[in-house]
């Protein structure tokens, strides 16, 4: 993790979605669908990866193989359980709701 910055856009289109850049403005290996999706980045912030041991919401040994491998890395911050549509799908079908961590887990 030793001098890894990392560039933090949120979107304008979707609440709570942040896209995690391993260069800044460096979108071309983001899949084009999840950028549709996603909807126009805006940057928010930069930070050095190797300074913030215990970050918000993501692991940071998470976060560096990510950005490693793919060189990008999304996060989706979940409220509650009324706007985690994936659980709303496991009740419907009558199956248990599934802890954040599972979550994650589906969009990685």
Request: charged content about 35%.
């Amino acid at each position: 993790m030793a001098d890894r910055i990392v560039f933090v856009y949120k979107s304008l289109a979707k609440t709570r979605r942040f896209l995690y850049l391993a260069e800044k403005d460096a979108f071309a290996r983001v899949p084009s669908a999840l950028l549709d999706a996603f909807g126009p980045p805006k940057f928010v912030m930069m930070f050095a990866l190797d300074k913030h041991k215990d970050l918000p919401k993501v692991k940071p040994e998470e976060l560096e193989k990510s950005l490693a491998e793919k060189g990008y890395f999304l996060r989706i911050d979940l409220v509650s359980e009324e706007e985690n549509l994936l659980n709303e799908e496991r009740r419907w079908r009558g199956l248990p709701p599934l802890d954040q961590e599972k979550v994650r887990d589906f969009f990685h």
